[in-house]
């Protein structure tokens, strides 16, 4: 059974047998519970269930739990409603109810992410299925809380299914920009991260709502308060995305505008991962559409040869090895390309230590 090899007698593997028989019997319970603390510890262990490496979940159990998950959704916030309508001497049960119903919303989020994660083939052809009952978190009342449990779920899925989920959640799409205003930080973090694979993996489906989007990140983005230590990671992943969809998104949409926009907020700093994909993204984009990138009669150069001598100067940090080589040889292509005195004054712009190391790297004497 270790092994996961057959037993004789058993006409299935021992542990696809109990595992089928635990999850029927939660699934089960989870579709006639009622009470909302008892559906949450049913949801926690079907998680816990459908994690073992070797189990295969059938499409009917798949379906049940769907059905389960509808059902503990409609049933938590059936209560949310009641409990919105009491007085206020029942503020004490009114706060542990609501404790309760995150808890809900919270583990049935854990619990579709592996399932998107793990049993992909059983539970895709179910998306459009669940989605409505989803949405009941992201209506008007529903918290901030509810509405981050609801993107990082839009994230497993378009992570895991990529292009081919768009078709079944493009409803989605609209809603998003919504989050952008909400005072919890981790919540247009996440959201810019989720618009960034939108337009990596589906921009076709992202085109018609771009003008939006655009305007939620340079609402964020131009904040008087972006950078500040509480908001600096949801500032760094919009000026990422804002990368995305310039180079997946905006192709005939937008040209020199957006561009300049998204390279006056490099480099990234703070993020590790943002910076270094958005460092890797401005690359790309020098080495496939050196044009529009450098601007009319390239009046952006000197803004990039800054961006990167302060990526080079923060060497591993703000990108890859084989990033900063390909920022080398962009810089070398400058160096060719253009007149020696202008390249000189572009330097004579930078601090001295980035003087000396682009000279050094460019073996300028």
Request: proline share 5%; aromatic share 8%.
């Amino acid at each position: 059974m270790k092994k996961g090899r057959p037993v004789i007698g058993c006409g299935k593997f021992p542990v696809q047998t109990i595992s089928d028989t635990i999850i029927r019997a939660l699934l089960n319970a989870l579709n006639k519970e009622s009470k909302v603390q008892i559906q949450a510890r049913l949801l926690e262990a079907f998680n816990e269930s459908i994690q073992i490496s070797s189990l295969l979940l059938s499409k009917d159990q798949a379906a049940e739990f769907v059905d389960g998950i509808s059902n503990a959704l409609l049933t938590s916030s059936y209560h949310k409603t009641e409990r919105e309508k009491t007085a206020k001497e029942y503020r004490h049960q009114r706060g542990l109810e609501a404790e309760q119903h995150l808890t809900i919303c919270r583990n049935i989020g854990i619990c579709l992410g592996t399932m998107v994660k793990k049993h992909k083939a059983s539970f895709l052809p179910l998306l459009d299925k669940f989605l409505p009952y989803v949405s009941l978190m992201w209506s008007n009342d529903g918290t901030a809380e509810e509405r981050k449990i609801v993107v990082l779920l839009f994230r497993d899925i378009a992570q895991q299914c990529r292009e081919e989920v768009f078709r079944q959640v493009f409803y989605w799409i609209p809603l998003l920009p919504r989050v952008f205003f909400h005072k919890n930080p981790d919540v247009p973090q996440i959201m810019a991260t989720v618009i960034g694979i939108c337009a990596e993996f589906g921009a076709d489906f992202l085109k018609p709502h771009i003008t939006v989007i655009f305007n939620c990140l340079k609402t964020v983005m131009e904040h008087p308060d972006a950078k500040n230590p509480v908001n600096i990671m949801a500032y760094e992943a919009a000026v990422s995305t804002c990368g995305k969809l310039n180079q997946f998104v905006c192709e005939g949409i937008y040209d020199y505008e957006s561009i300049l926009f998204w390279i006056r907020h490099l480099p990234l700093k703070f993020n590790q991962d943002e910076a270094q994909i958005s460092h890797e993204m401005l690359c790309s984009m020098m080495e496939t559409s050196e044009q529009k990138v450098i601007g009319p009669d390239g009046i952006y150069i000197p803004m990039i040869i800054k961006i990167f001598a302060e990526v080079l100067w923060a060497e591993k940090n703000l990108a890859t090895e084989e990033t900063a080589t390909r920022i080398i040889n962009i810089l070398k292509k400058f160096q060719r390309e253009m007149q020696p005195a202008f390249l000189a004054k572009i330097f004579e712009e930078l601090p001295l230590p980035h003087q000396s190391m682009l000279r050094n790297v460019l073996s300028i004497v």
